[in-house]
């Protein structure tokens, strides 16, 4: 059974940081570029920033700078340093494994909500 597991939500004010973790059970994490995503109420779900497996990383230009994602195969977690958050990054953050092989499956995590409010 496969689970992605996030953590490291919360309140947060306006300039801080938070660290987003998500951690994978059941794939072969070396399989799968990594990702977190986040969808705000009443808007749809967009891409935040990807690693592959090799960990070359893409970015949402609007966090570019201020987000970075990195991964440790050997704990088959992924993570997501956020500084310089303000409140249009208020939403639920969500981790998705997509496989490297078009036939695999993606999967998704539950999200974790990030509120940046003062």
């Known amino acids: 059974q496969v689970q992605l597991v996030e953590s490291g939500g919360g309140l947060v004010q306006p300039g801080g940081s938070l660290r987003l973790s998500c951690a994978a059970s059941?794939?072969?994490?070396?399989?799968?570029?990594m990702g977190w995503y986040r969808q705000a109420p009443g808007k749809q779900r967009e891409l935040v920033a990807t690693i592959s497996s090799i960990s070359r990383t893409n970015y949402a230009d609007s966090v570019k700078g201020r987000f970075t994602i990195s991964r440790d195969n050997a704990k088959n977690t992924v993570y997501l340093q956020m500084n310089s958050l303000n409140p249009e990054d208020t939403a639920v953050y969500l981790c998705?494994?997509?496989?490297?092989?078009?036939?695999?499956?993606?999967?998704w995590g539950q999200g974790t909500q990030v509120t940046v409010s003062s």
């Open positions: 059941g794939i072969i994490f070396n399989d799968y570029t």
């Open positions: 998705n494994a997509k496989g490297l092989i078009a036939t695999m499956s993606s999967y």
